[in-house]
């Protein structure tokens, strides 16, 4: 399985191949199917795990990435367009030192629309 869910996500993500990934999971089940990829995309947008400080105290180095992203070709549900902002930390963790892990993502049991998937996913801005 993680081989297929790995050829169903990534010809979705890299070179957003809708028509590919269903020919491959209903040709003989070599990829996950595309309802499985935007499950699994909806799930990871849609989770919320908060950065917690003590994760990362062992760390010689912590560094925050933030970037924007506009997107009108094709959005997770199909419509419309979508304007993004994600913030990440990356972690450098010296020789013998490991990262707290992190709960596994829950999975989404249905499709969700973009509205749902933003719900409560936004912050105030004071101008």
């Not at 933030?66 to 367009?81: K, L, P, S």
């Not at 304007?83 to 707290?100: K, L, Q, R, T």
Request: charge should be neutral; glycine fraction near 8%.
């Amino acid at each position: 399985m993680p081989l297929l869910f790995g050829i169903g996500v990534e010809l979705h993500r890299k070179y957003a191949m809708t028509q590919v990934v269903q020919q491959l999971a209903h040709c003989g089940g070599f990829s996950i199917s595309l309802d499985e990829v935007t499950r699994y995309l909806q799930s990871v947008m849609t989770s919320f795990v908060g950065w917690n400080p003590k994760q990362v105290e062992s760390s010689q180095f912590t560094h925050f990435v933030a970037d924007n992203v506009d997107h009108n070709i094709q959005t997770v549900d199909g419509n419309e367009t979508f304007h993004g902002m994600g913030i990440i930390s990356v972690s450098h963790f010296g020789p013998g030192v490991h990262a707290i892990h992190q709960p596994q993502i829950p999975r989404s049991k249905a499709r969700i629309t973009m509205r749902e998937a933003c719900m409560g996913k936004s912050i105030t801005t004071v101008l």
